[in-house]
């Protein structure tokens, strides 16, 4: 089994932001006067669209404040923007995978504008050859920003892995009948990961580069 086409969720798996998103989550929920949901509410909902992680993780959000409810929260999100950054040896992963040719994209429950803005900040945005956002097609874990790319990019799905660190993540693989690889450094603990059942499950960045060596 060898993969041509790698498919990296952003937050949690790629960039070590799942702090930032609790607590910019938590923040705007106190702006708002709202009740608080815990780190493991919060982070529980990371991969989803904000709109539906907001009805998971906020119950008590009123609809006719959602709108104000995001705009505070991307404040509270880009303030810390500057401070993200991809997990220590990813930047290594994205370049031996280039390196060897094999096609990388991105499916994630970020918004296009944000996803844009990390790519640009991080420079990357040569390294991808498709990205798809829960704004612009079907959140997670429908199939539909999977099946997408793979159209886009031709490859067929036996040839394809879904890197995540969030149930929502292996779902998304296991719909559109592709592999998926599990991190356990991201918003989702190792419990939740296995019982997702996942292809493979890895416990570290290192160990997701080897792993990617052998199969790609």
Excluded at 69 to 92: A, Q
Excluded at 176 to 197: N, T
Excluded at 199 to 204: C, I, P, Q, R
Aim: hydrophobic content about 45%.
């Amino acid at each position: 089994m060898k993969f041509s086409l790698v498919v990296f969720d952003w937050d949690g798996t790629l960039m070590d932001s799942t702090y930032s998103i609790v607590l910019a989550i938590q923040n705007a929920c106190r702006d708002l006067g709202l009740k608080i949901p815990t780190e493991q509410q919060a982070s529980w909902v990371i991969g989803l669209s904000l709109v539906e992680a907001l009805k998971k993780a906020i119950p008590d959000l009123p609809d006719n404040r959602v709108d104000e409810f995001i705009e505070r929260y991307k404040i509270h999100f880009w303030t810390r923007d500057p401070d993200v950054r991809l997990f220590p040896g990813n930047k290594e992963i994205l370049d031996d995978l280039r390196e060897r040719e094999v096609l990388m994209a991105v499916a994630t429950g970020k918004s296009r504008v944000g996803l844009d803005r990390a790519l640009k900040n991080h420079q990357l945005e040569s390294y991808f050859a498709a990205t798809r956002t829960a704004d612009q097609t079907a959140g997670k874990p429908n199939p539909l920003m999977l099946n997408e790319i793979m159209e886009e990019l031709m490859v067929p799905a036996s040839e394809v892995v879904m890197v995540g660190d969030t149930i929502h993540d292996i779902q998304l693989a296991h719909n559109a009948g592709v592999q998926s690889i599990a991190v356990c450094y991201g918003a989702h603990d190792k419990h939740e990961l296995v019982a997702a059942k996942p292809s493979f499950l890895v416990e570290s960045v290192d160990e997701l580069h080897r792993l990617l060596s052998i199969y790609c």
